[in-house]
């Protein structure tokens, strides 16, 4: 099994993919600039790699952050757009697709709903990957890595879930059968 996890932005999406045993395969970011493309040819690329990456590392799962609440409508139909993409592509790829919100992923990982930016990426760097110094921002010395660590909270909520859903239908059988 292999998750992609996705943290949609038309600016930034994070992915990263994680295996069964919590390893970490790949992660980065998929970066476009407004000033260099329009919207449309921003979607575009940003589906492209999406997917190139579920054909590339045989992906099985793939988990999308669905909770776009803005103050914005044009980030909102922007970020539907994504949604939409990555859906399709998903199911189109013949995998199984979860949408999950932050604020359920954090809730259930860090014990905090609420929970910043920053408390995600520390608890992932303490417990599971270091994938560089957390930063919300990019600079030409630092890397932004706030939507990378989002996109793995997401990939270990999914990999979480699907165990405790093995452990309880595996429960179940073990009832049924007396």
């Known amino acids: 099994m292999r998750i992609l996890a996705l943290d949609l932005s038309l600016s930034s999406t994070g992915y990263c993919i994680i295996d069964e045993n919590y390893n970490l395969i790949a992660y980065e970011t998929i970066q476009t600039k407004a000033k260099n493309f329009t919207e449309e040819e921003r979607l575009y690329i940003i589906g492209k790699e999406i997917n190139r990456l579920m054909k590339e590392y045989d992906i099985t799962h793939v988990c999308i952050e669905n909770s776009y609440k803005s103050v914005n409508i044009k980030t909102t139909q922007q970020l539907a757009k994504l949604l939409g993409i990555s859906t ?30 920053e ?21 030409k010395t630092i890397k932004k890595t706030s939507d990378i660590y989002d996109s793995a909270l997401l990939g270990l909520f999914l990999l979480k879930k699907i165990e405790l859903d093995k452990i309880g239908r595996a429960s179940c059988r073990e009832r049924v059968s007396y």
Do not use: F, Q
């Open 119 to 139: 408390d995600v990426a520390n608890y992932i760097r303490e417990n599971h990957w270091d994938m560089g110094e957390y930063s919300d921002k990019e600079t």
């Open 88 to 117: 399709y592509l998903g199911i189109d790829n013949g995998l199984e697709v979860h949408t999950v919100s932050p604020t359920v992923a954090r809730k259930h990982i860090l014990n905090k709903g609420n929970a910043t930016k």
